[in-house]
């Protein structure tokens, strides 16, 4: 099993990211996917989820209105898409797959947003 997360870097305040996450070794389409983040010193906290289905996404108080996440079942890959970026956005982001009894993670992509 493996989740491959990319797309992070630095960016200016009010700018953008795209974030991917490749999975390969299970069943991609019977998991709900997510992207948490994790800043040093706090806990991790879930920013958005999306259905095995590619339906009912949630997203965090934080970030609804300026992130979107999508998922390609043909592709394996679930994409973060994250505008209007904040100071306050600055974390390292993991993805999630969850089904049943399992739960994989991903080792993060870091975001920093900064002038």
């Known amino acids: 099993v493996q989740l491959v997360e990319s797309g992070g870097g630095l960016v200016q305040p009010g700018g953008s990211l795209r974030l991917s996450c490749v999975a390969s070794?299970?069943?991609?389409?019977?998991?709900?996917m997510s992207w948490y983040r994790r800043t040093p010193g706090e806990e991790r906290e879930l920013v958005a989820g999306?259905?095995?289905?590619?339906?009912?996404?949630y997203y965090s108080e934080f970030v609804k209105g300026r992130f979107t996440i999508s998922r390609d079942n043909y592709k394996n890959t679930v994409t973060l898409q994250m505008n209007s970026l904040e100071p306050e956005d600055t974390a390292m982001y993991h993805c999630?797959?969850?089904?049943?009894?399992?739960?994989?993670w991903g080792q993060g992509t870091q975001v920093t947003v900064s002038s």
């Open positions: 999306i259905s095995g289905a590619g339906s009912f996404p």
């Open positions: 999630n797959a969850k089904w049943r009894g399992d739960d994989f």
């Open positions: 070794g299970f069943t991609f389409s019977n998991y709900y």
